[in-house]
T-cell receptor, first 112, second 115 residues
């Protein structure tokens, strides 16, 4: 089965600084890759997704992610973060067989 | 449009008690899922359903049961609550499964404590 590793459990960053949240995956088949965001006391919301095509995927709220097949990575980036980006971010992988696996999450804290 | 609604928001159970976590969606989605979220562990799939009358086990089904009598509702039942079931439970739905064109829509979660 596929699996996901998020390399950082917590990422503190100052407002307007760039940020990268790292995600590595493993799978023996073609997969779909996702990033979800969870704000406090809410469910998860989709940020962006990747199937094929361009390796750079743009999502909502100015986030983007780059798929790197050779390094089996799908890192999430934003060039300038805001206080409102403080949340937990989950990388997920699906083999389109109703088996979506989530990473353990990265808590992004944006400080003024 | 309410989306995915979960009740209750919070619940405290004693060991051995039973309860049902309710989940309903108004988007006419065929696929529904139950996940549990534990600190530092991400989300683990408990059960899922691809349509009314059809359910299947996920990664961590032990200690839980589900039913899907209608498209809208997908309740999760704990028969004999154990401390290991202390967690936050999320229900989710999607039109056609966990594929690229069908992102999951999540409820706001149920925080369950078993003492």
């Amino acid at each position: 089965a596929q699996s996901v590793t998020q390399l950082d459990s917590q990422v503190p960053v100052f407002e307007e600084a760039p940020v990268e949240l790292r995600c590595n995956y493993s799978s023996s088949v073609s997969v779909y890759l996702f990033w979800y965001v969870q704000y406090p006391n809410q469910g998860l919301q989709l940020l962006l997704k990747y199937l094929s095509g361009s390796t750079l995927v743009k999502g909502i709220n100015g986030f983007e992610a780059e798929f790197n097949k050779s390094q089996t990575s799908f890192h999430l980036r934003k060039p300038s973060v805001h206080i409102s980006d403080t949340a937990e971010y989950f990388c997920a992988v699906s083999d389109n067989n109703n088996d979506m696996r989530f990473g353990a999450g990265t808590r992004l804290t944006v400080k003024p | 449009n309410a989306g995915v609604t979960q009740t209750p928001k919070f619940r405290i159970l004693k060991i051995g008690q039973s309860m049902t976590l309710q989940c309903t969606q108004d988007m006419n989605h065929n696929y529904m899922y139950w996940y549990r979220q534990d600190p530092g562990m991400g989300l683990k799939l408990i059960y899922y359903s691809v349509g009314a009358g059809i359910t299947d086990k996920g990664e961590v089904p032990n200690g839980y049961n589900v039913s899907r009598s209608t498209t809208e509702d997908f309740p999760l039942r704990l028969e004999l609550a154990a401390p290991s079931q202390t967690s936050v439970y999320f229900c989710a739905s999607s039109p056609t499964g966990t594929d690229i064109n069908s992102p999951l829509h999540f409820g706001n979660g149920t925080r369950l404590t078993v003492t």
